[in-house]
């Protein structure tokens, strides 16, 4: 608000022998929550989160974060924008029980204020391969170094204990929140039970922003207001679940499995198509073993082969092996947040199999079913003699509605049921019926 602007909200109105004083705005304090892995998703929402607040001239924006971890592009997009806003930010790891591992690490070091819960840690920024495949040596240093650096940077700047962000980096170490708050100097800026009284405690203090500028921080009677995600925001964050990404992976494959089996069914194949590009969409996120995933198309292509080849269900139980043994080896990672437990696996493998070997099981009875159209079609059924039909003479037949000129090797008599036996062009051959 302009001087100007002030000096008019605040003139003294007067009528009727009333006195009217226009009190102050109250100040806006911005909240966002970030709830799980670190993607693009996460990363668009805190941007569109910072240019809100931004754009309302708030004090302060605070980001409660609870998350294992996540992509390291989207984590240095997130310390971007926060290092380039307006607005001073507040990273507040919590509420009690939570922590901020990996990435999350990062984010709260990178912001203005850092803030934590009792109860919650924060640390193990190891990086690791984002597909989940053992990094050789040499790579592997050279990406843990970059991102040692890259966090003893935010440090400095922010002035906290450089040394403790190194080994949390390096050697993976974990900080409860008084570890962090009580190291010299320290990782964080202050302890606080939720967002009510991170602002209290904030009330007042200066904070040095990231290029060295100083903000006081005046949160008196705050206004608070939550940003949340659109609608298309919490769909992809949702889908990047293991387990949410590991159904939409197996029901993509069944898809695909009838449709190849049954051409022109369509449903099945658009159905499967979407569900195997939302799956690719989260394993961009998750650390996922490709042999995992082989080992389940591997699996649905044997339950397929049942069909085909007489196996006596060989095929079948190789089939759901393979679907098993590649759903456990689907998310390789040692966080209990992004593994997929056996409990969730087994009924999805049983329900797997049972709809593709009821799938097969039709197959195969409608192959064993004898035809009912054309030639084929006529074999074997029953028919009446219109005439008598005498060894090596015509007569006529009538059956499905339809008159036939007919042979036959023994004598039939007019009105008498007989059986088709054979078609030659338009004569069938017939014999009685027992």
């Not at 996540?70 to 939570?98: E, H, M, Q, W």
């Not at 070091?109 to 819960?117: G, N, P, V, Y």
Request: net charge negative; charged share 15%; hydrophobic share 50%.
């Amino acid at each position: 608000m302009t001087r100007i602007a002030r000096l008019i909200t605040c003139l003294t109105l007067l009528a009727g022998g009333a006195v009217l004083v226009a009190t102050p705005e109250a100040p806006i304090v911005e909240t966002a929550i970030v709830d799980g892995i670190i993607h693009p998703v996460a990363a668009e929402y805190i941007r569109g989160a910072i240019a809100r607040a931004d754009a309302e001239r708030a004090r302060l924006l605070i980001i409660t974060l609870h998350t294992p971890g996540g992509l390291l592009d989207s984590t240095r997009d997130i310390d971007n924008a926060i290092i380039n806003s307006k607005t001073p930010v507040a990273v507040f790891v919590g509420p009690a029980g939570y922590r901020a591992a990996s990435a999350g690490f990062l984010i709260t070091i990178a912001a203005d204020i850092a803030a934590m819960a009792p109860g919650t840690h924060i640390g193990a920024a190891h990086p690791v391969s984002g597909t989940g495949e053992k990094m050789d040596d040499v790579m592997a240093k050279k990406v843990a170094s970059d991102t040692a650096a890259y966090a003893r940077t935010l440090a400095t700047q922010r002035g906290r204990n450089v040394s403790l962000v190194e080994q949390a980096v390096l050697e993976s170490r974990s900080f409860t929140e008084q570890e962090a708050l009580n190291a010299t100097p320290p990782l964080i800026d202050v302890v606080a039970t939720n967002v009510q009284d991170l602002i209290g405690k904030l009330n007042g203090r200066t904070v040095k922003r990231f290029d060295g500028s100083t903000v006081r921080l005046d949160l008196t009677n705050a206004v608070i207001h939550e940003v949340e995600m659109t609608l298309p925001q919490r769909v992809l964050s949702a889908i990047a679940h293991p387990q949410i990404a590991y159904l939409l992976l197996t029901l993509g494959t069944l898809g695909l499995t009838i449709e190849l089996w049954s051409p022109g069914a369509i449903l099945p194949g658009v159905a499967g198509g979407i569900c195997l590009l939302l799956a690719f969409f989260a394993f961009q996120v998750l650390p996922v073993s490709y042999a995992g995933v082989l080992l389940i198309v591997f699996g649905f292509v044997l339950l397929v082969l049942e069909v085909k080849v007489t196996s006596h269900g060989l095929l079948a139980v190789g089939g759901i092996l393979s679907l098993l043994f590649g759903s456990l080896m689907l998310i390789d990672s040692p966080l209990p947040e992004l593994q997929i437990g056996l409990r969730f696996i087994l009924p999805i493998v049983l329900a797997l199999a049972g709809i593709m070997l009821f799938l097969v099981r039709l197959g195969v009875q409608a192959q064993q079913r004898p035809a009912v159209t054309g030639e084929s079609g006529m074999l074997d059924s029953t028919a009446e003699a219109l005439t008598p039909i005498e060894p090596g003479r015509v007569g006529q037949v009538f059956t499905r509605g339809e008159i036939w000129t007919a042979t036959a090797l023994d004598p039939i008599r007019a009105g008498e049921t007989v059986v088709v036996t054979a078609v030659n062009g338009l004569q069938l051959t017939v014999r009685k019926a027992e």
